[in-house]
T-cell receptor, first 114, second 114 residues
């Protein structure tokens, strides 16, 4: 069964460093998302991406964040200068259509900022 | 702003019991509602998706209902098993004003005791 994959599973970085989190969505899906979950808190929407551009973003998704689909399979989230409060699980998700279908989530990347 | 609440926050039941998890949302203008389970340190597994025009969806021992007018959804689990132990999340997709911005609930942590 097709699934969303994410790498790495765990990333440790120093404050101020840039990190890139990678996702491979399900191959026939068209809409891609990033969410984050700070330990013990809710899952929060960050950004949605369609047709090679951001379709929506939340207040959390400021200038420190960017997303890209560099080729036909990968979808990346870049954090330019990490802060301690960026420590969280980051989940990638994808759907076939804009809103009618289930979102399928990847296993997540645990980001730890020291 | 959509608020999604899940009560109870935690629930412990003996194996074999039927149980109901609750999800409440403040804005009834929704596109759909999706239930997930999350195992500790893992990603989200989709359980059921209910479109706004539907009243319920069933998958195996799971049945989810939706009452948009009252802002409520329930997830019914029949004949619970220890393998059902996980955190259950509901997520609401709005109908307008940014319908990619899915809002997640606070979650119900379920423990099924053998």
């Amino acid at each position: 069964e097709p699934e969303v994959t994410q790498t790495p599973s765990h990333q440790v970085t120093q404050m101020g460093q840039e990190v890139i989190l990678r996702c491979v969505p399900i191959s026939n899906h068209l809409y891609f998302y990033w969410y984050r979950q700070i330990l013990g808190q809710k899952v929060e929407f960050l950004v949605s991406f369609y047709n090679n551009e951001i379709s929506e973003k939340s207040e959390i998704f400021d200038d420190q964040f960017s997303v890209e689909r560099p080729d036909g399979s990968n979808f990346t989230l870049k954090i330019r200068s990490t802060k301690l409060e960026d420590s969280a699980m980051y989940f990638c998700a994808s759907t076939t259509r804009e809103g009618a279908d289930e979102q399928f989530f990847g296993p997540g990347t645990r980001l730890t900022v020291l | 702003k959509q608020e999604v609440t899940q009560i109870p926050a935690a629930l412990s039941v003996p194996e074999g019991e039927n149980l109901v998890l609750n999800c409440s949302f403040t804005d009834s203008a929704i596109y759909n509602l999706q239930w997930f389970r999350q195992d500790p340190g893992k990603g989200l597994t989709s359980l059921l998706l209910i479109q706004s025009s539907q009243r319920e969806q069933t998958s195996g021992r799971l049945n989810a209902s939706l009452d948009k007018s009252s802002g409520r959804s329930t997830l019914y689990i029949a004949a619970s098993q220890p393998g059902d132990s996980a955190t259950y999340l509901c997520a609401v997709r709005p109908r307008s004003g940014g319908y990619q911005k899915v809002t997640f609930g606070t979650g119900t942590k379920l423990q099924v005791i053998p």
